[in-house]
């Protein structure tokens, strides 16, 4: 908020005495002493006139939301989203109308918690209508006005509510919040799977999320959306490990939560509308038959390293380690060897099976696949002089 990047905006943007302040998550995490991710920047000029003042000033201009009145300055690699003061004349349930205003508390009293609805004027001046410095420094997530309206307005508000949490709370929730939560909960299936994905695994991110989730399924909210997300013990102790290993990756906590086998996972994947790379790797951990015994021996675990390669090998280890009752310290032994691990690679490749006289196709995977068995049965030992030796004898014995 203070770079010479945000200045050249700012300064753009108040020329003339035109007000201009920084607002909501860049706000709300400078308060707290937390990293600034995202700098966000509210002003009463009208979208067309900050596209024009930021032109004028050198700095690219992209109207990534113009109708809605936003308007994202780009220096180098900085962006910053500028937004026109707004108030909603009519509401969708995940949209709104919008009117462009020059009233700050309009502008604050549409926005979700009151931990979001907080302005800093470039001097650091802070302007908190609804109370958020004091919700911040206590713990509180609450909702702007009414919760029942600002869910009504985005429903994906309830789950936000339920993520601010993880992040920002303390103590007890917000009981009218938890009301309006438990009320609204049925309209959850409206949204669309990548809006809920984002909310669930932002929240999965959170060192409490395993408490968080047990919350959402007594209030009833997690069965609208993954009814087989139980197994919370599980994720709080894949939390713990991987808090001590300086890991975090929702994605694998979303899969120590599910209780569901590889095609359910995959029907979890499909729902959330998770990338294909996603749905594949959820689907992967939740393979059980796949998963490595903390005694596995040396040869045999480089061969399951090679046959998996090394981010599933890393998820099923910590998924296994999760589930056990008890300690076993020869997990962290196997997580210990894929850091020094380097795929071999197989001496022989198509080529060598075409040289053999085989024809294109089927069976030249066929013959590769076969060697590389034999190969790594054989501990990687055989060099390119033997696979081809044993290539030659696949292929006689197995003719077209």
Same mark, same amino acid.
């Given at each position: 908020?203070?770079?010479?990047?945000?200045?050249?905006?700012?300064?753009?943007?108040? +020329?003339?005495?035109?007000?201009?302040?920084?607002?909501?998550?860049?706000?709300?995490?400078?308060?707290?002493?937390?990293?600034?991710?995202?700098?966000?920047?509210?002003?009463?000029?009208?979208?067309?006139?900050?596209?024009?003042?930021?032109?004028?000033?050198?700095?690219?201009?992209?109207?990534?939301?113009?109708?809605?009145?936003? /308007?994202?300055?780009?220096?180098?690699?900085?962006?910053?989203?500028?937004?026109?003061?707004?108030?909603?004349?009519?509401?969708?349930?995940?949209? +709104?109308?919008?009117?462009?205003?020059?009233?700050?508390?309009?502008?604050?009293?549409?926005?979700?918690?009151?931990?979001?609805?907080?302005?800093?004027?470039?001097?650091?001046?802070?302007?908190?209508?609804?109370?958020?410095?004091?919700?911040?420094?206590?713990?509180?997530?609450?909702? /702007?006005?009414?919760?029942?309206?600002?869910?009504?307005?985005?429903?994906?508000?309830?789950?936000?509510?339920?993520?601010?949490?993880?992040?920002?709370?303390?103590?007890?929730?917000?009981?009218?919040?938890?009301?309006?939560?438990?009320?609204?909960?049925?309209?959850?299936?409206?949204?669309?799977?990548?809006?809920?994905?984002?909310?669930?695994?932002?929240?999965?991110?959170?060192?409490?999320?395993?408490?968080? $989730?047990?919350?959402?399924?007594?209030?009833?909210?997690?069965?609208?959306?993954?009814?087989?997300?139980?197994?919370?013990?599980?994720?709080?102790?894949?939390?713990?490990?991987?808090?001590?290993?300086?890991?975090?990756?929702? $994605?694998?906590?979303?899969?120590?939560?599910?209780?569901?086998?590889?095609?359910?996972?995959?029907?979890?994947?499909?729902?959330?509308?998770?990338?294909?790379?996603?749905?594949?790797?959820?689907? +992967?951990?939740?393979?059980?038959?796949?998963?490595?015994?903390?005694?596995?021996?040396?040869?045999?675990?480089?061969?399951?390293?090679?046959?998996?390669?090394?981010?599933?090998?890393?998820?099923?280890?910590?998924?296994?380690?999760?589930?056990?009752?008890?300690?076993?310290?020869?997990?962290?032994?196997?997580?210990?060897?894929?850091?020094?691990?380097?795929?071999?690679?197989?001496?022989?490749?198509?080529?060598?099976?075409?040289?053999?006289?085989? +024809?294109?196709?089927?069976?030249?995977?066929?013959?590769?696949?076969?060697?590389?068995?034999?190969? /790594?049965?054989?501990?990687?030992?055989?060099?390119?002089?033997?696979?081809?030796?044993?290539?030659?004898?696949?292929?006689?014995?197995?003719?077209?």
């Amino acid at each position: 908020m203070t770079t010479p990047e945000a200045k050249a905006v700012v300064l753009a943007l108040t +020329a003339g005495g035109a007000p201009a302040r920084f607002v909501g998550g860049c706000v709300r995490d400078a308060l707290l002493e937390r990293a600034v991710k995202d700098v966000d920047i509210a002003t009463g000029l009208a979208p067309d006139e900050v596209m024009a003042r930021l032109s004028a000033a050198g700095i690219k201009a992209l109207p990534t939301g113009i109708e809605h009145g936003t /308007v994202t300055a780009v220096i180098g690699k900085a962006h910053y989203e500028i937004t026109t003061l707004r108030t909603d004349v009519e509401s969708y349930g995940r949209r +709104a109308k919008v009117a462009f205003t020059d009233d700050w508390m309009a502008d604050a009293a549409r926005r979700d918690f009151t931990i979001n609805a907080m302005f800093a004027s470039p001097d650091g001046t802070l302007y908190d209508p609804f109370g958020g410095q004091a919700d911040l420094a206590a713990g509180r997530v609450r909702f /702007v006005g009414l919760p029942r309206d600002r869910i009504r307005e985005d429903v994906l508000r309830l789950l936000r509510f339920y993520r601010f949490f993880a992040h920002y709370g303390r103590g007890e929730m917000d009981a009218a919040g938890i009301e309006a939560a438990r009320e609204l909960a049925p309209l959850l299936p409206t949204l669309s799977g990548e809006r809920v994905s984002g909310e669930l695994l932002r929240l999965l991110a959170a060192d409490n999320a395993a408490a968080i $989730l047990t919350l959402m399924g007594q209030h009833g909210v997690l069965e609208q959306l993954l009814p087989n997300a139980k197994s919370f013990d599980r994720l709080a102790r894949l939390i713990e490990i991987e808090r001590q290993r300086g890991l975090n990756d929702p $994605l694998r906590r979303l899969a120590a939560a599910l209780d569901a086998a590889a095609a359910g996972a995959t029907a979890v994947g499909r729902k959330l509308r998770l990338s294909n790379r996603e749905r594949l790797r959820l689907a +992967a951990m939740s393979e059980t038959s796949e998963r490595p015994a903390p005694d596995l021996d040396r040869d045999a675990c480089r061969q399951l390293l090679y046959r998996l390669g090394s981010e599933q090998f890393t998820d099923l280890v910590l998924l296994a380690w999760a589930a056990a009752e008890v300690t076993a310290t020869g997990y962290a032994a196997l997580l210990d060897r894929v850091a020094g691990w380097t795929p071999p690679k197989l001496p022989v490749r198509g080529r060598d099976v075409l040289a053999l006289g085989v +024809a294109p196709g089927v069976r030249v995977r066929t013959l590769l696949h076969a060697v590389e068995s034999w190969w /790594v049965a054989g501990g990687f030992a055989a060099d390119r002089e033997q696979c081809l030796r044993e290539l030659a004898r696949l292929s006689a014995i197995s003719p077209a």
